[in-house]
């Protein structure tokens, strides 16, 4: 089978049971994320992240090669979960594995997008996915 | 039919054969995303935006209601842009139309996920999407 060329990738992921300790920690949440994007062999170029009162946190980390992002319900013990990566030395799903034991999530799901899929930018398969 | 409850709405859009030029403006990117998330009814809490050498921008709007994402290829004409909103007073759909004008994309196409639909949290239809 040919494999699709596209310019990233991106797991849309939702995390279920997670620890809620976890998820309204700023300075763990931080640290995972930024870990996270570590342990997919990104290159992190800024983060920003918030805890909103009375609980649940926000943040995203901008990455070269496109964006991490993660918004939490301690409350629910859920977690909305983005990681979108682009080029192939870069692999999302390193990223959802390592958070996936540092939230202590039951149960996950995730649909895979395919982002800028060549043939529907309408540029040939030898394009680079950076100039 | 049913409505199926969940703590938010996020749009996975493509954006295709957009003005090249747009796409590689800092400031004309920065506004036109903050824009959007007024026109959405958001909040904006955030933002972080980078222009790369020799060329494409990624940023991110963090609002209370969960994010705004571009990255662009302005070589390509293609951008890749998340609009994930919560709560029912927020309207990511009225971020995308105002970001296609804007942009000037000719062809775009969106994938709508649920995020934290309620039955699969485990939560009743009458809990909050925050607390």
């Not at 040919?2 to 797991?11: E, I, N, T």
């Not at 039951?106 to 394009?127: C, D, F, M, N, Q």
Request: with cysteine; proline share 4%.
């Amino acid at each position: 089978m040919k494999k699709v060329k596209a310019l990233g990738r991106h797991l849309v992921a939702e995390f279920f049971e997670c620890s809620s300790e976890a998820l309204d920690n700023l300075d763990f949440v931080v640290n995972s994320m930024r870990q996270a994007a570590e342990e997919a062999g990104a290159t992190i170029v800024d983060s920003s992240f918030h805890r909103f009162l009375p609980h649940g946190i926000s943040g995203v980390v901008v990455i070269a090669e496109s964006h991490l992002a993660i918004h939490t319900w301690p409350e629910y013990g859920y977690a909305a979960i983005d990681l979108f990566t682009c080029g192939d030395e870069v692999n999302p799903w390193k990223a959802f594995e390592f958070l996936r034991i540092k939230f202590d999530a039951k149960k996950t799901s995730v649909v895979e997008h395919l982002r800028g899929i060549y043939s529907e930018i309408g540029i040939p398969e030898t394009a680079p996915h950076k100039v």
